[in-house]
Every structure is written in structure tokens, then in C-alpha cells.
Nanobody
Framework: QEQLVESGGGLVQAGGSLRLSCAAS????????MGWFRQAPGKGRDFVAA????????VHADSVKGRFIISRDSGKNTVYLQMNSLKPDDTAVYYC??????????????????????WGQGTQVTVSS
């Protein structure tokens, strides 16, 4: 069973930037689609961004499109989320996740919580106004 560890969260002022990292250990995730989700206090876990295992296809939620960018470095077994122009509404715990299977097509991106099997412990992002 792999372990996913997020880092890079913190407190930032509105308009600022953060870069989240998700490092995987235990097995290679080279053939697995990956995603980022977030959960604000009292709310459900929402999709943020996803990337195919080949890295050539990405999708971002409308709420973060144009501000956040997901990427991956398969050689480092790491996925990133670059967050720019942060807003107070972006405040949440951010989770990375690995897909439930390594058999997806090279361009497949997954946006549903149910499509992911492995989750990190989360990293807190707080954006002050």
C-alpha cells in the first residue's frame, strides 16, 4: 500500500501563491491518474484538479481554472499543485489522491472522489483577506 504525503500548505494573504507537493512512497504511481481535492470546514470534499498518468491531460475545477495548475514528475513520484491569486474562499484542507487502478488510458483524468483509492493526510491552506 502506498503512502501519500502532502506538503507546502500554510497561511498566505489574498493574492498570494503557494505550491503544494504530494510525494508517494511504497510503490510507483507512474501509471496512476492523480488528483487534488479540498475540504473546507463543515463542507464536503470537492474536486480541485486532476492529471492523467502520462501527464499530458489535466482538468481543473471552474472555481480554480486560470489560477491553479496541476503537474507531476513521475521520476520523483510526486504531484504538484501551483496555486496563484489565492482567495479567502480557497481556504481548506487540501488532499492529494491516487486512482483506484493503474489500468486507465494514458489520457484519463478522474474527477470523482469514488475513483480514488489512496489519500494523503491533507495539508491546511489558509488565505487571509
Amino acid at each position: 500500500q502506498e503512502q501519500l504525503v502532502e506538503s507546502g500548505g500554510g497561511l498566505v494573504q489574498a493574492g498570494g501563491s503557494l505550491r503544494l507537493s504530494c510525494a508517494a512512497s511504497g510503490r510507483t504511481l507512474r501509471r496512476y491518474p492523480m488528483g487534488w481535492f479540498r475540504q473546507a470546514p463543515g463542507k464536503g470534499r470537492d474536486f480541485v484538479a486532476a492529471i492523467s498518468w502520462a501527464g499530458g491531460t489535466t482538468v481543473h475545477a471552474d472555481s480554480v481554472k486560470g489560477r491553479f495548475i496541476i503537474s507531476r514528475d513521475s521520476g520523483k513520484n510526486t504531484v504538484y499543485l501551483q496555486m496563484n491569486s489565492l482567495k479567502p474562499d480557497d481556504t481548506a484542507v487540501y488532499y492529494c489522491a491516487a486512482a483506484d487502478s493503474g489500468s486507465y488510458a494514458y489520457s484519463a483524468v478522474l474527477t470523482a472522489v469514488a475513483d480514488y483509492r489512496s489519500w494523503g493526510q491533507g495539508t491546511q491552506v489558509t488565505v487571509s483577506s
